[in-house]
C-alpha cells in the first residue's frame, strides 16, 4: 500500500450506540466465509469485511475485531448512517462498527437488490477497477467504488481491495474465490 494511503473515520452521533446484542443466524455465515477466505489466501488476519443487509440497515464487524476469527458477539447493526455529514447516527451492539462502514452503506443504498457484501484486501485478476487509490473509509473511494458496483457485481477499489455483492454471503464469497 503507498505510504500517503491514510484512514478516514466517520463521526459518531452522542448516544448513537445501543449496546445490546446483535443476532441474526447469517452471522454464522459470515464468521465461516471470512475463514475460509483468510486461509485460502484472499484476506490478512485484521482486515476485510463482511455484512449483510438487515432491515434498513445492515451489520457489519465491529472496529477492531479480526476478520480470520470472528465470534457472534463481534457484530454491530448499523441502523442509521449520515453519508452527507458522514455521521453514524443509529447502531446496536457492543462496539463501534467498523471503519469500513461508510463504504458499505453507499453500496447498499445504490444497490436495492443487493443483501450481502464481500470486502478484502486481495486484487483478483480480471476484475474492473477504480481509476485512482482514494483514502480508506472516504466519500470519494465509496463513489468510486459503487460507480463500478452499478455496472457489475464486483470491483477493486485500487490499492485497497475487492468488493463483491449478492444474495447471500456465499454468492458474493464465491465470486472472490472463484475470481483467481
Ligand atoms: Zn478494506
Redesign the pocket.
Known amino acids: 500500500m503507498p505510504e500517503k494511503y491514510t484512514g478516514v473515520k466517520f463521526k459518531v452521533k452522542r448516544g448513537a450506540l445501543k449496546r445490546e446484542r446483535v443476532e441474526d443466524p447469517r452471522i454464522a455465515d459470515i464468521i465461516r466465509l471470512a475463514k475460509v477466505l483468510f486461509e485460502k489466501g484472499f484476506a490478512e488476519e485484521n482486515?476485510?469485511?463482511i455484512s449483510v443487509r438487515k432491515g434498513e440497515g445492515f451489520i457489519i464487524k465491529a472496529t477492531g475485531t479480526k476478520f480470520a476469527s470472528l465470534r457472534e458477539e463481534d457484530f454491530v447493526l448499523v441502523e442509521s448512517f449520515d453519508f452527507n455529514n458522514f455521521v453514524l447516527e443509529n447502531a446496536i451492539g457492543q462496539k463501534l462498527p467498523s471503519s469500513?462502514t461508510p463504504?458499505h452503506y453507499s453500496i447498499y443504498s445504490a444497490r436495492s437488490d443487493v443483501l450481502a457484501i464481500v470486502?478484502?484486501?486481495a486484487f483478483p485478476k480480471g476484475v474492473v477497477e477504480t481509476e485512482e487509490a482514494y483514502h480508506?473509509?472516504s466519500r470519494e473511494q465509496a463513489k468510486a467504488v459503487c460507480d463500478l458496483l452499478k455496472r457489475g457485481d464486483i470491483a477493486i477499489?485500487k490499492d485497497?481491495?475487492v468488493f463483491s455483492v449478492g444474495k447471500t454471503v456465499e454468492e458474493a464469497a464465491k465470486r472472490i474465490l472463484l475470481n483467481r
Do not use: R, V
Open positions: 482486515s476485510g469485511n469500513e463504504l470486502h478484502c484486501h480508506y473509509g477499489a485497497h481491495g
